[in-house]
């Protein structure tokens, strides 16, 4: 009997399985009550209120299944409001009574239900787990070598694939050494915002190869991303730096992004707001760039507003003035160090809440 529970539970704790359900129920709900107008009409009993909220709830949860489906869900239903004989009289006077366990129909019926749905979610399981290996094959496993920096960077999928981008990588085309700074975050979650996450980075490595200035590349990113965002309806907010080992100078653009956190080793503050509007709203957007020189212990914070605006179970944003605080009590670490605290100071945060978005987080420390 252990050994089965165990396998039904894959080990997990009674405190475990309690929360993963909590978890999912809110996921649920979530998904539903979005189909549901719960706004009340002047002058409506509560329990015609109820009634009507409870009807919609029903609609909401019938239509996510194929028409097949909901057939097989309102016969169960049927087999459990029924449940008795039938009787009739033969030709011969006589009473015949056939049984019906509508309770045992039912369970069969949803059973059967229950064993479609499985075996989509297995198949889509299986599809996303293979976009999901194919996004981590994107995305950098270990920042390169670059002269004058110390770079870490951590990522978490709101779901199985995600919409964020970071990417640092060598811009041979410009003069000496060069390097591209990417943080990206593509408006929504999971494949819609994965794929185009994927276009994303195709783009930005092609024209990368170009000598086309930071701010040309800017504006041709955005004239693709135009073409691919549904009328503006799946922007992308976007940090693209250009560092110069030599100089130290960092030339960069941010359009629409989450100001990055610059810390000057006096600790002064800076943000990064020179650029735009996100890509994939206006064709004929404007690009500007700043610059910044990064001198010997500066910090630069970029990160994608998953991480600040992550809530507890209470609706409390993480909030940037956490992520500051780590920072200044936390200035003399690696930014390895450095990640792995903000990371864990962040998951105590939100304890067993569920994550309602992508979290990005990219470290620089100047040498």
Not at 88 to 95: A, I, L, S, T, V
Not at 109 to 121: G, M, S
Not at 301 to 318: K, P, R
């Amino acid at each position: 009997m252990a050994r089965f529970w165990r396998r039904v539970t894959d080990g997990m704790e009674l405190s475990q399985l309690w929360n993963q359900f909590r978890v999912e129920a809110r996921s649920s709900y979530r998904l539903y009550s979005h189909d549901v107008d719960s706004t009340r009409t002047p002058g409506t009993r509560n329990g015609k209120h109820v009634l009507n909220l409870g009807i919609q709830f029903f609609w909401a949860i019938i239509e996510k299944l194929t028409p097949a489906r909901r057939v097989l869900l309102l016969i169960a239903l049927l087999f459990l409001a029924f449940n008795g004989g039938i009787s009739w009289q033969d030709r011969h006077g006589e009473f015949k009574v056939f049984e019906v366990d509508g309770a045992m129909w039912a369970a069969l019926v949803l059973l059967l239900l229950v064993i479609l749905e499985v075996a989509d979610r297995v198949v889509m399981k299986r599809d996303l787990q293979i976009a999901k290996e194919i996004q981590e094959w994107l995305l950098p496993a270990n920042s390169p070598v670059v002269p004058g920096l110390e770079i870490a960077f951590a990522t978490r999928a709101a779901n199985t694939v995600a919409g964020d981008y970071y990417d640092v990588f060598p811009r041979p085309s410009m003069p000496g050494e060069t390097f591209l700074i990417a943080v990206a975050d593509v408006a929504g979650k999971s494949i819609p915002a994965g794929l185009l996450m994927a276009t994303f980075q195709a783009s930005l490595k092609t024209l990368a190869g170009t000598s086309a200035s930071l701010t040309e590349l800017v504006s041709r990113m955005n004239d693709y991303a135009c073409g691919n965002s549904q009328n503006g309806r799946r922007f992308t907010t976007t940090f693209i730096g250009e560092y110069h080992s030599a100089t130290h100078n960092l030339i960069y653009v941010n359009a629409g992004h989450n100001p990055p956190i610059l810390r000057r080793n006096t600790g002064a503050l800076e943000r990064l707001n020179d650029g735009g509007i996100p890509l994939g709203i206006l064709g004929d957007a404007a690009y500007e760039s700043g610059t910044v020189t990064l001198q010997s212990g500066d910090w630069l914070v970029i990160f994608t507003d998953g991480v600040t605006e992550a809530e507890n179970a209470a609706g409390e944003e993480y909030g940037e003035l956490r992520l500051l605080n780590m920072l200044y009590a936390n200035s003399t670490m690696t930014p390895a160090l450095l990640m792995q605290t903000v990371m864990q100071n962040l998951d105590q945060f939100v304890g067993d809440a569920p994550q309602h978005d992508d979290v990005t987080l990219v470290l620089l420390k100047a040498g």
